[in-house]
């Protein structure tokens, strides 16, 4: 079965750090491209961060460049969005997904993982 599994999340307060993870049930890591959306309450599932998992190509959205980083570990077969700085407007529900490409609409992901909420207090 093809499937995504996340890990991670959690309550923090604003300035705090939260580390997610994202392994690959069924299929290789490979040369997708692995990306992170996140929903927050109310507004739609935007894509935070992506990489590409052959060259390690990575990919921002403004809100959150210089605060989170996207990495992979080829050995573990794991996929990471490190979050720091958190800010109250990072909270949401975090999801990781694949696609042969690092697309920017959530409906050009195929592949889904289940979701992991992050909560950032002030």
């Known amino acids: 079965q093809v499937q995504l599994v996340e890990s991670g999340g959690g309550s923090v307060q604003a300035g705090g750090s939260l580390r997610l993870s994202c392994a690959p049930s069924g299929f290789s890591l490979g040369r997708n491209c692995m990306a992170w959306f996140r929903q927050a309450p109310g507004k739609e599932r935007e894509r935070v961060a992506a990489i590409y998992a052959g060259d390690g190509t990575t990919y921002y959205a403004d809100s959150v460049k210089g605060r989170f980083t996207v990495s992979q570990d080829n050995a573990q077969k794991t996929v990471y969005l490190q979050l720091n700085s958190l800010k109250p407007e990072d909270t949401g529900m975090y999801y990781c997904?694949?696609?042969?490409?690092?697309?920017?609409?959530?409906?050009?992901?195929?592949?889904w993982g289940q979701g992991t909420k992050g909560t950032v207090s002030s």
């Open positions: 997904a694949a696609a042969t490409r690092c697309w920017d609409r959530p409906l050009q992901f195929g592949i």
